[in-house]
């Protein structure tokens, strides 16, 4: 048991490409019972990553990304007959 909470814990704080859409489902738990107020903590979690994270992120899908457009640029370029 206290390795699936670990886990849920570190699934929380990760900081990803989708960051965004996983912060959401933790950020919206509505538990049943929580006397030890989990839920409250991990609800938490998300909000409390570095902003260093987050733009590291952004820097890294962002670049990969101008990177794939280049390329289909590039690409398209050559099959144009003019």
Same mark, same amino acid.
């Given at each position: 048991?206290?390795?699936?909470?670990?886990?849920?814990?570190?699934?929380?704080?990760?900081?990803?490409?989708?960051?965004?859409?996983?912060?959401?489902? #933790? /950020?919206?738990?509505?538990?049943? !019972?929580?006397?030890?107020?989990?839920?409250?903590?991990?609800?938490?979690? $998300?909000?409390?990553?570095?902003?260093?994270?987050?733009?590291?992120?952004?820097?890294? #899908? /962002?670049?990969?990304?101008?990177? !794939?457009?280049?390329?289909?640029?590039?690409?398209?370029?050559?099959?144009? $007959?003019?």
């Amino acid at each position: 048991m206290s390795d699936n909470i670990s886990e849920i814990a570190r699934q929380a704080a990760e900081v990803d490409d989708s960051w965004a859409i996983k912060a959401g489902v #933790f /950020m919206n738990i509505l538990p049943v !019972y929580d006397p030890g107020r989990f839920f409250e903590e991990l609800s938490q979690m $998300p909000m409390r990553v570095s902003q260093e994270a987050i733009r590291s992120v952004m820097r890294e #899908f /962002m670049g990969l990304n101008a990177w !794939y457009e280049e390329l289909g640029i590039e690409y398209r370029s050559k099959e144009l $007959p003019f």
